[in-house]
């Protein structure tokens, strides 16, 4: 059975820093693409960055020159640390996974393991 978990959210302030982590059991980061996406309140899910399964990165979106995706393969646990946070990063963020490559874009649809999804909250 797949099981992703993510944990590391919270309330901070305009201008920190988060680091959340993906536990993934069931499947290994060796051989799946991961995403992280982020769903803001009244917004649609959103894809804002990748590792494939080679340990290459995309990013894309408003945060992607503040976000570092990273993994463990020991552990088998995904990250990610976002940094200088801003308000409009408020947003639950789940981990995603998909068999071996990743697809160009970072669509919902292209992934078919998720996680339950962290929350960021962000004042100013």
């Known amino acids: 059975q797949v099981r992703l978990a993510e944990s590391g959210g919270g309330s901070v302030q305009s201008g920190g820093s988060l680091t959340l982590s993906c536990e993934v059991d069931g499947i290994s980061l060796s051989d799946h693409c991961m995403a992280w996406f982020r769903q803001a309140p009244g917004e649609e899910r959103e894809g804002i960055g990748k590792i494939g399964f080679t340990g290459g990165t995309y990013y894309v979106g408003s945060a992607k020159s503040r976000i570092f995706i990273s993994r463990d393969i020991a552990k088998n646990e995904l990250y990610l640390q976002i940094n200088n946070l801003k308000p409009e990063d408020t947003a639950k963020y789940y981990c995603?996974?998909?068999?071996?490559?990743?697809?160009?874009?970072?669509?919902?649809?292209?992934?078919?393991?998720w996680g339950q999804g962290t929350q960021v909250t962000v004042s100013e």
């Open positions: 995603a996974a998909r068999a071996r490559n990743c697809a160009p874009e970072i669509r919902e649809a292209d992934f078919y393991h």
